[in-house]
């Protein structure tokens, strides 16, 4: 089966500098996701984005978060200046039509340390 | 964030016999229901789905039940082998401009034991 795949499997930071996440979702989806599970927490939505523009956010997704697909292949995720509240599993997704009830392919996740 | 609750942490059952999770949502503006399970050092994977207007749903060995009137859906899987065990989400979407967007449970970690 098709795979999300996520790099790097592990980041960690300083508070303050700027990380990128990087997935390469599957190749004929259209929608995109960023997730994030903090320890002990939920998994919570963070960002959605289709043809280029963002799609829904949530309140996590500050000025501080910014996606971006800079080519055919690669979606990214940036936070601008790390807190300590940042670290966490992030999690890539991508799906085909972006309708509710369509599964989402999950990648194995990026876990930030901020420190 | 209280949507979508799964208020046991933790399910442990003998091979071969039924693991029931469960999942109580508040918001009853939810139109569609999912399932995913989570092993160690892997993203979620979708396992099944119910939308609002059903009450069951079945694939293979896992079925769904969703009873609106309670606002609560539960996870079926008969027999459980002990490649079932996993964390558990359940997942809660709205129709319409959702995009993706998923409401999770906290999630239940089910122990199969041979």
């Known amino acids: 089966e098709p795979e999300v795949t996520q790099t790097p499997s592990h980041q960690v930071t300083q508070m303050g500098q700027e990380v990128i996440l990087r997935c390469v979702p599957i190749?004929?989806?259209?929608?995109f996701y960023w997730y994030r599970q903090i320890l002990g927490q939920k998994v919570e939505f963070l960002v959605s984005f289709y043809n280029n523009e963002i799609s829904e956010k949530s309140e996590i997704f500050d000025d501080q978060f910014s996606v971006e697909r800079p080519d055919g292949s690669n979606f990214t995720l940036k936070i601008r200046s790390t807190k300590l509240e940042d670290s966490a599993m992030y999690f890539c997704a991508s799906s085909v039509m972006g309708l509710a009830n369509e599964k989402l392919f999950f990648g194995s996740g990026t876990q930030l340390s901020v420190l | 964030d209280q949507q979508v609750k799964q208020n046991s942490p933790s399910l442990s059952v003998q091979e071969g016999r039924i693991s029931i999770l469960n999942c109580d949502y508040t918001?009853?503006?939810?139109?569609?229901f999912l399932w995913y399970k989570k092993y160690p050092a892997e993203g979620p994977t979708f396992l099944i789905s119910?939308?609002?207007?059903?009450d069951k749903n079945e694939d293979g060995r896992f079925t769904v039940f969703l009873n609106k009137s309670a606002k609560h859906l539960s996870l079926h899987i008969v027999p459980s082998q002990p490649g079932d065990s996993a964390v558990y989400f359940c997942?809660?979407?709205?129709?319409?401009?959702?995009?993706?967007?998923?409401?999770f449970g906290q999630g239940t970690i089910l122990t199969v034991h041979p």
């Open positions: 997942a809660a979407a709205r129709d319409g401009t959702s995009y993706g967007k998923l409401t």
């Open positions: 918001n009853s503006m939810f139109d569609y």
């Open positions: 190749s004929n989806h259209l929608y």
């Open positions: 119910i939308s609002s207007i059903k």
